[in-house]
């Protein structure tokens, strides 16, 4: 059975930062990319960050500069690094790992990101 579990959100100041993980379990984790999307309240659901499993990494616009996506294949576990922590990014952030070749895509149960003062 596949399994993300995300940890790491909470509440935190404007300027402030946090990283969340994604330990999986069940799946050959290093045959996997990593995404992390966020949805805010009333919005669609959007992409944040993206690492394939070749490595190649891309941002949305919103967040260059200030969120890192890494990962541990040792641990199976991903990573998003939020610095510079804006109102804006609020929401609630989603871990989605995926294999292309194979059409295959599982979701974490989110975990919520609050920046306020």
């Known amino acids: 059975q596949v399994r993300l579990v995300e940890s790491g959100g909470g509440l935190v100041q404007p300027g402030g930062s946090l990283r969340l993980s994604c330990a999986a379990s069940?799946?050959?984790?290093?045959?996997?990319?990593v995404r992390w999307y966020r949805q805010a309240p009333g919005k669609t659901r959007d992409l944040v960050a993206d690492m394939r499993r070749t490595g190649s990494i891309n941002y949305a616009d919103s967040v260059k500069g200030r969120f890192t996506i890494s990962r541990d294949n040792a641990k199976n576990t991903g990573y998003l690094q939020m610095s510079s922590l804006r109102p804006d990014d609020t929401a609630v952030y989603y871990c989605n790992v995926f294999d292309d070749t194979y059409g295959l895509n599982y979701w974490g149960q989110g975990t919520q990101v609050t920046v306020s003062s």
């Open positions: 069940g799946i050959t984790f290093v045959r996997y990319g």
